[in-house]
């Protein structure tokens, strides 16, 4: 009797432990509305939470990066139209320039023009970005371009500013370098120039007089650099469109992360209720044999 009375009073106690525990597991698992507390609940499920975990880090870096590729390339946009525009006003400056009726002194007047349209492009081609760096910088240098004491613009630094990664091995190029918006351009002898240079030297030639050679070459020059700029402005638009495309196919990876996520870790509140009443109604009724069971002396056994 005493070997029998004394297991059943361990089984019980024991019973009423894992009772308890359970109890108390339920209900701080509606408390913080998450089922897996510890590695140990979920092995599988914990290992998956952390893989889950890490991606959502990765793509906030990632829509970060996006978001900030979006505001170069929008700000790219602008200032190449703002280049498109400068370029138009020269051309109608050529046009005008190929008069024969303009004297010396109006072809002096549309080269302090010409040359004001040089200062404006060498400020939109220093533009700074949202970051304070050059939007058309080089992989090196603090500006894009210089400008010598005699007038002349150079470009600074060398090679393409650095891909921006947006995804797991894919990046996208926000901006362009101003050697490759501003320079490049095709000349009629076969080689290249750049859109300060053809400008300086349509300028220097209406200050000498009447040149149509000079003219016409300008004509020409200015005809290819609106072409490249406008170029350029098509291809930041196109990497527009890919960013907005990628911004939305990272909002819907998240979503997705967020279902599977949920449906490991979430607890499922009206279930673990029930399930509490149920623990807890199985434990009242243990306690309650359990002290009926301690009050039994030898007494009631002998009756």
């Known amino acids: 009797m005493q070997i ?62 996006i978001g900030l590729a979006q505001s170069l390339l929008e700000q790219s946009d ?34 302090g023009q010409v040359r004001a349209l040089i200062s404006d492009m060498v400020g939109l081609a220093n533009t700074k970005d949202v970051r304070g760096q050059p939007l058309f910088g080089a992989a090196t240098g603090d500006s894009a371009v210089s400008v010598a004491s005699d007038g002349t613009v150079s470009f600074v630094g060398t090679g393409e500013p650095s891909a921006i990664p947006i995804g797991d091995g894919n990046n996208v190029q926000a901006t362009d370098s101003a050697a490759r918006v501003f320079g490049g351009i095709p000349t009629s002898g076969g080689g290249t120039t750049d859109i300060f240079a053809m400008l300086g030297s349509f300028a220097d ?66 279930a673990a209720i029930t399930e509490l009443q149920k623990t807890m109604t199985v434990l009242s009724a243990t306690q309650a044999s359990f002290s009926k069971l301690s009050s039994l002396s030898l007494f009631n056994y002998l009756s």
Not at 233 to 256: H, I, P, Q, W, Y
């Open 4 to 65: 029998s009375t004394s297991q059943l009073y361990d089984r019980s106690t024991s019973l009423m432990a894992k009772l308890s525990q359970k109890a108390d597991r339920l209900q701080t698992q509606i408390s913080t509305e998450t089922k897996i507390l510890a590695p140990s609940d979920d092995a599988l499920g914990y290992r998956r939470l952390e893989t889950l975990k890490v991606g959502k880090a990765d793509d906030a870096a990632y829509s970060s990066n």
């Open 78 to 111: 602008t200032t190449l139209g703002a280049v498109e525009t400068q370029l138009q006003r020269a051309q109608e400056l050529a046009i005008q320039a190929g008069s024969g009726t303009l004297s010396d002194e109006n072809r002096k007047v549309l080269a």
């Open 205 to 270: 030639s209406l200050e000498g007089g009447s040149n149509p050679a000079a003219t016409a070459a300008a004509t020409d020059g200015l005809k290819a650099a609106l072409s490249q700029v406008t170029q350029a402005r098509g291809s930041v638009g196109a990497r527009g469109a890919r960013m907005d495309l990628e911004a939305s196919r990272l909002k819907d990876v998240g979503a997705t992360r967020e279902i599977a996520r949920s449906a490991i870790e979430d607890t499922d509140i009206t």
